[in-house]
């Protein structure tokens, strides 16, 4: 099939999707008992869902193991099933798989994220136990995508193993692992609705008559239409048929505001009436469109596609997520009123895509070719076979509109300091290619869907013509933390849509990293402050909701997620999620919630993570409240303090703080919420309420230390009565970059205290009163650099100097270390700490005397004893 170039007004897309389940006890998961290796020597039981990545990835050891996994499991067989054909399923295995029975190979199957089924009838020993032995390797492997990528690769079995027995005559399983049919629609409107049924039938006996009837019942349960019809069977015999119902008048269209589903049922029986196989489908009505000019039209109605993308993975799990905790999620992103979900960057768990079906998410699903390819017949096989699984076994949903296979396909190449010019134009010329193959594959395969793939921020999407390529374009997009400054985000797509007015876009990627430990009054780029988070997705909805031609936005993430070799504020985890790894929420998924979601009146203020927050003197600190509705009014311990319009779903108060507890209520005529924050206000001079104090040097973040219960307030330059540095220069901070070290600091859970430091500060006071005090100093040597991070996109490469660096620390005159040397006392990135009680009646001065090199510290925590 040829490569189309559209250049009409509309691209239309007309499809309805279902899902089933196995009945009469086919199929049952065969999760528990299982034993697991390393080596075949030393062996434990486990359940799937398991990886063996659960620990090493989040350790202070660089890497995580890739490698061989070795699983088995007894199966006991009665003799009485003889008569039925059996089959295994694994719905997925990172990432390549290799299966035995009863020492026998029976199938072999590459690429981590989709289903595989193998029919092991020959193999069963009745009426005794089989061994299940299942080889797992998640070495890189350059012939099987993804090469690279900012996830980790989770070695293990961790979706569902299934044992399948259906009779002699049964609906395949043979197709892909797909259903076994596929429902379609010559066109849906509000008027009629015209369905049609693929069936593929597999005959494992002689030759033999059966019959296909189906059913379609609206969900109320009344009867919309039947079709009954014959399908005789050859020996051996895998056959297709092809099942056309009467038009559908005036059906229910399927909505994200009105998930209308019908239920289609399938049923195989012998001649006697008997039944042989049956499956069960949710059918939606649904017709879809995309405009370069004017967007994304659902039902002929326009609707802008605002949502998330979502990895599968989860806090103390890896990728063996339980199924339920995933649903979860799918509820999360509901009630936030997102009506889109991209699955990144690979299919997800097939039960989320049904939960979508019904609670009305638009999805965007993927195959993870992802930063690069490899130059090779296998690779393009692999990756060839991997849309064919994804695309058969996502195909019956309603909710599906995308299929994608690329994303960031150039990153890598933009990286690559050792291949030639003539290597690089080479691997364009191939990854195009691919490209090419792939989009024939999918609208082959997937006529009635939306093709995509999604690009990052280089001209080398436009140079090769691969932007042109898919139907709908996503570019992932990172203005205001990676590259340039929030408001270019706008500048680059309007500049897009003019260069190329025939090209549909999406947002497909966008958002900061955000610790919810970190907060500050002035929000800088990558400052991973929950505050810099709040300002870049504000700023990008109205970037976005004000360009007609945008089809939408889906905001990097939906959760953090693993990413082994991150070091940002929490490391070995991509933070830019709208909810934390755990999937507690930050205060930006409720600012989403009060622009997306209008059926109930809601109302969320922002200080869920302001805790043991320390003013000086009068300072007030800004708190953003959050709601759907036009106004409110604001009160402060139980006096009104104002009334407030909101603006873009928003609006930020400067609340006058007193020290202790303090009562903040919003409310409106319909809704009302309240919340209490803990404020410790201190006056100058005579530090009153002054019991510990935690300073953040060389930052302008304060930082909530859970361990030692204390948020430590962002630095100054030394203030008389208070406290501050007299020299210094903070390290590694920037107008773009304002963390310090992007990296891993060992021996600490508190990154951010360490990550930001002054250099070249000999002397820092704090005029506390007189009394005898503990003081606990922070130390990191800046210069130890882990390997480098590609994804910080950035086009410049930090170079450092690692000139010798040695000093004394002195308390008030008191020797507290001797010619400290961090890179030599510790060669690794090294959170250290030196601890001391002194006695003063004039304040404390910290003094870091230079004998080589320029000294560094990182925070100061003084806890005053009487």
Same mark, same amino acid.
């Given at each position: 099939?040829?490569?189309?170039?559209?250049?009409?007004?509309?691209?239309? #897309?007309?499809?309805?999707?279902?899902?089933? @389940?196995?009945?009469?006890?086919?199929?049952?998961?065969?999760?528990?008992?299982?034993?697991?290796?390393?080596?075949?020597?030393?062996?434990?039981?486990?359940?799937?869902?398991?990886?063996?990545?659960?620990?090493?990835?989040?350790?202070?050891?660089?890497?995580?193991?890739?490698?061989?996994?070795?699983?088995?499991?007894?199966?006991?067989?009665?003799?009485?099933?003889?008569?039925?054909?059996?089959?295994?399923? #694994?719905? %997925?295995?990172?990432?390549?798989?290799?299966?035995?029975?009863?020492?026998?190979?029976?199938?072999?199957?590459?690429?981590?994220?989709?289903?595989?089924?193998?029919?092991?009838?020959?193999?069963?020993?009745?009426?005794?136990? *089989?061994?299940?032995?299942?080889?797992?390797?998640?070495? /890189? *492997?350059?012939?099987?995508?993804?090469?690279?990528?900012? #996830?980790? @690769?989770?070695?293990?079995?961790?979706?569902?193993?299934?044992?399948?027995?259906?009779?002699?005559?049964?609906?395949?399983?043979?197709?892909?692992?797909?259903?076994?049919?596929?429902?379609?629609?010559?066109?849906?409107?509000?008027?009629?609705?015209?369905?049609?049924?693929?069936?593929?039938?597999?005959?494992?006996?002689?030759?033999?008559?059966?019959?296909?009837?189906?059913?379609?019942?609206?969900?109320?349960?009344?009867?919309?239409?039947?079709?009954?019809?014959?399908?005789?069977?050859?020996?051996?015999?895998?056959?297709?048929?092809?099942?056309?119902?009467?038009?559908?008048? *005036?059906?229910?269209?399927?909505?994200?505001?009105?998930?209308?589903?019908?239920?289609?049922?399938?049923?195989?029986?012998?001649?006697?009436?008997?039944?042989?196989?049956?499956?069960?489908?949710?059918?939606?009505?649904?017709?879809?469109?995309?405009?370069?000019?004017?967007?994304?039209?659902?039902?002929?109605?326009?609707?802008?596609?605002?949502? +998330?993308?979502?990895?599968?993975?989860?806090?103390?799990?890896?990728?063996?997520?339980?199924?339920?905790?995933?649903?979860?999620?799918?509820?999360?992103?509901?009630?936030?009123?997102?009506?889109?979900?991209?699955?990144?960057?690979?299919?997800?768990?097939?039960?989320?895509?049904?939960?979508?079906?019904?609670?009305?998410?638009?999805?965007?699903?993927?195959?993870?070719?992802?930063?690069?390819?490899?130059?090779?017949?296998?690779?393009?096989?692999?990756?060839?076979?991997?849309?064919?699984?994804? +695309?058969?076994?996502?195909?019956?949903?309603?909710?599906?509109?995308?299929?994608?296979?690329?994303?960031?396909?150039?990153?890598?190449?933009?990286?690559?300091?050792?291949?030639?010019?003539?290597?690089?134009?080479?691997?364009?010329?191939?990854?195009?290619?691919?490209?090419?193959?792939?989009?024939?594959?999918?609208?082959?395969?997937? &006529?009635?869907?939306?093709?995509?793939?999604?690009?990052?921020?280089?001209?080398?999407?436009?140079?090769?013509?691969?932007?042109?390529? &898919?139907?709908?374009?996503?570019?992932?997009?990172?203005?205001?933390?990676?590259?340039?400054?929030?408001?270019?985000?706008?500048?680059?797509?309007?500049?897009?849509?003019?260069?190329?007015?025939?090209?549909?876009?999406?947002?497909?990627?966008?958002?900061?990293?955000?610790?919810?430990?970190?907060?500050?009054?002035?929000?800088?780029?990558?400052? @991973?402050?929950?505050?810099?988070?709040?300002?870049?997705?504000?700023?990008?909805?109205?970037?976005?909701?004000?360009?007609?031609?945008?089809?939408?936005?889906?905001?990097?993430?939906?959760?953090?997620?693993?990413?082994?070799?991150?070091?940002?504020?929490?490391?070995?985890?991509?933070?830019?999620?709208?909810?934390?790894?755990?999937?507690?929420?930050?205060?930006?998924?409720?600012?989403?919630?009060?622009?997306?979601?209008? =059926?109930?009146?809601?109302? /969320?203020? %922002?200080?869920?993570?302001?805790?043991?927050?320390?003013?000086?003197?009068?300072?007030?600190?800004?708190?953003?409240?959050?709601?759907?509705?036009?106004?409110?009014?604001?009160?402060?311990?139980?006096? =009104?303090?104002?009334?407030?319009?909101?603006?873009?779903?928003?609006?930020?108060?400067?609340?006058?703080?007193?020290?202790?507890?303090?009562?903040?209520?919003?409310?409106?005529?319909?809704?009302?919420?309240?919340?209490?924050?803990?404020? *410790?206000?201190?006056?100058?001079?005579?530090?009153?309420?002054?019991?510990?104090?935690?300073?953040?040097?060389?930052?302008?973040?304060?930082?909530?230390?859970?361990?030692?219960?204390?948020? #430590?307030?962002?630095?100054?330059?030394?203030?008389?009565?208070?406290?501050?540095?007299?020299?210094?220069?903070?390290?590694?901070?920037?107008?773009?970059?304002?963390?310090?070290?992007?990296?891993?600091?060992?021996?600490?859970?508190?990154?951010?205290? @360490?990550?930001?430091?002054?250099?070249?500060?000999?002397?820092?006071?704090?005029?506390?009163?007189?009394?005898?005090?503990?003081?606990?100093?922070?130390?990191?040597?800046?210069?130890?650099?882990?390997?480098?991070?590609?994804?910080?996109?950035?086009?410049?490469?930090?170079?450092?100097?690692?000139?010798?660096?040695?000093?004394?620390?002195?308390?008030?005159?008191?020797?507290?270390?001797?010619?400290?040397?961090? %890179?030599?006392?510790?060669?690794?990135?090294?959170?250290?700490?030196?601890?001391?009680?002194?006695?003063?009646?004039?304040?404390?001065?910290?003094?870091?005397?230079?004998?080589?090199?320029?000294?560094?510290?990182?925070?100061?925590?003084?806890?005053?004893?009487?």
């Amino acid at each position: 099939m040829p490569h189309i170039k559209y250049k009409s007004f509309f691209l239309s #897309f007309i499809m309805c999707v279902a899902f089933f @389940f196995l009945s009469h006890g086919q199929s049952k998961t065969i999760n528990s008992g299982w034993q697991y290796s390393e080596d075949k020597t030393n062996w434990q039981t486990v359940n799937i869902p398991h990886t063996w990545n659960v620990k090493d990835a989040f350790d202070d050891v660089a890497g995580y193991r890739r490698g061989l996994g070795f699983y088995q499991k007894q199966l006991f067989v009665s003799s009485k099933e003889k008569d039925q054909i059996f089959y295994l399923k #694994f719905n %997925a295995v990172n990432q390549e798989a290799t299966v035995f029975v009863n020492g026998k190979k029976v199938t072999n199957h590459k690429g981590g994220y989709t289903a595989f089924t193998t029919e092991i009838t020959s193999h069963i020993n009745f009426d005794s136990y *089989n061994i299940i032995e299942v080889e797992v390797d998640n070495s /890189h *492997n350059e012939n099987i995508p993804p090469l690279d990528a900012d #996830f980790t @690769f989770y070695g293990g079995i961790y979706r569902d193993v299934e044992l399948i027995k259906v009779p002699k005559q049964h609906f395949s399983l043979k197709d892909f692992a797909s259903d076994g049919f596929y429902v379609n629609y010559d066109n849906v409107s509000n008027e009629k609705a015209g369905v049609n049924v693929t069936v593929l039938i597999d005959n494992f006996d002689e030759k033999t008559n059966t019959n296909v009837d189906l059913t379609i019942v609206d969900a109320e349960n009344n009867l919309i239409t039947e079709k009954h019809q014959k399908a005789k069977l050859n020996a051996k015999e895998s056959k297709t048929i092809k099942v056309t119902f009467p038009e559908i008048k *005036n059906p229910k269209l399927w909505s994200p505001d009105d998930p209308y589903l019908y239920k289609l049922q399938l049923t195989l029986r012998d001649t006697n009436g008997i039944i042989l196989d049956q499956k069960y489908a949710n059918i939606g009505f649904r017709w879809t469109t995309i405009d370069s000019e004017n967007g994304f039209f659902l039902n002929g109605k326009p609707l802008k596609l605002i949502g +998330i993308n979502r990895h599968q993975d989860y806090k103390n799990y890896g990728n063996a997520v339980p199924i339920e905790l995933q649903k979860q999620d799918i509820h999360l992103i509901k009630n936030m009123g997102a009506n889109v979900i991209r699955f990144a960057h690979y299919p997800h768990a097939r039960e989320l895509y049904k939960l979508c079906d019904e609670l009305g998410i638009l999805v965007w699903t993927e195959i993870p070719i992802v930063n690069k390819v490899t130059d090779s017949e296998a690779f393009f096989e692999v990756s060839t076979t991997m849309q064919k699984e994804h +695309i058969k076994q996502y195909y019956n949903y309603p909710s599906v509109v995308m299929f994608g296979y690329m994303n960031e396909i150039f990153l890598r190449l933009a990286f690559d300091r050792k291949s030639t010019k003539e290597e690089k134009e080479a691997l364009k010329k191939t990854t195009l290619k691919l490209a090419n193959q792939l989009e024939e594959l999918t609208r082959k395969l997937a &006529p009635n869907h939306i093709t995509v793939m999604a690009g990052h921020l280089n001209e080398v999407y436009n140079e090769t013509g691969i932007a042109d390529v &898919p139907m709908l374009l996503g570019w992932n997009l990172y203005f205001g933390w990676y590259d340039a400054q929030i408001e270019d985000l706008g500048t680059f797509l309007d500049d897009q849509h003019q260069r190329y007015p025939n090209r549909s876009l999406l947002l497909s990627e966008y958002g900061p990293g955000a610790d919810v430990r970190i907060f500050t009054k002035t929000p800088k780029k990558f400052d @991973f402050s929950t505050n810099y988070q709040a300002k870049l997705h504000q700023s990008y909805y109205k970037q976005i909701t004000n360009r007609p031609f945008m089809t939408g936005m889906t905001a990097w993430n939906f959760a953090d997620f693993g990413s082994e070799f991150r070091g940002d504020a929490i490391p070995h985890v991509n933070q830019k999620g709208l909810v934390q790894y755990d999937r507690t929420p930050k205060d930006i998924y409720y600012w989403y919630k009060s622009v997306l979601d209008t =059926k109930e009146p809601f109302i /969320h203020i %922002a200080t869920d993570n302001l805790k043991k927050l320390t003013l000086l003197e009068d300072e007030t600190f800004p708190i953003q409240i959050y709601s759907n509705q036009p106004s409110i009014s604001v009160f402060l311990n139980g006096e =009104k303090y104002r009334e407030y319009s909101l603006e873009n779903g928003f609006v930020s108060v400067d609340l006058p703080l007193q020290n202790g507890q303090n009562r903040i209520e919003v409310m409106t005529h319909e809704v009302y919420e309240e919340k209490y924050v803990h404020i *410790n206000r201190i006056k100058t001079f005579d530090f009153e309420n002054f019991k510990r104090f935690g300073i953040n040097i060389g930052s302008h973040l304060y930082f909530y230390d859970e361990e030692q219960n204390i948020t #430590f307030v962002p630095d100054q330059v030394y203030k008389k009565g208070w406290f501050g540095y007299k020299n210094g220069t903070a390290y590694g901070i920037t107008k773009d970059k304002n963390q310090g070290l992007p990296h891993n600091i060992k021996n600490t859970d508190a990154e951010p205290l @360490f990550q930001t430091l002054l250099e070249g500060c000999n002397e820092y006071k704090m005029d506390v009163p007189e009394g005898n005090y503990k003081v606990i100093l922070y130390f990191v040597e800046p210069q130890i650099k882990p390997t480098e991070n590609i994804y910080n996109l950035s086009k410049n490469t930090a170079t450092i100097d690692k000139k010798q660096r040695i000093f004394d620390v002195y308390i008030n005159e008191k020797l507290i270390e001797k010619q400290l040397n961090l %890179a030599q006392a510790y060669p690794e990135k090294y959170g250290v700490t030196l601890q001391t009680k002194i006695q003063t009646k004039k304040g404390l001065t910290l003094k870091l005397n230079a004998i080589e090199g320029l000294p560094v510290i990182s925070g100061i925590l003084i806890e005053k004893l009487d």
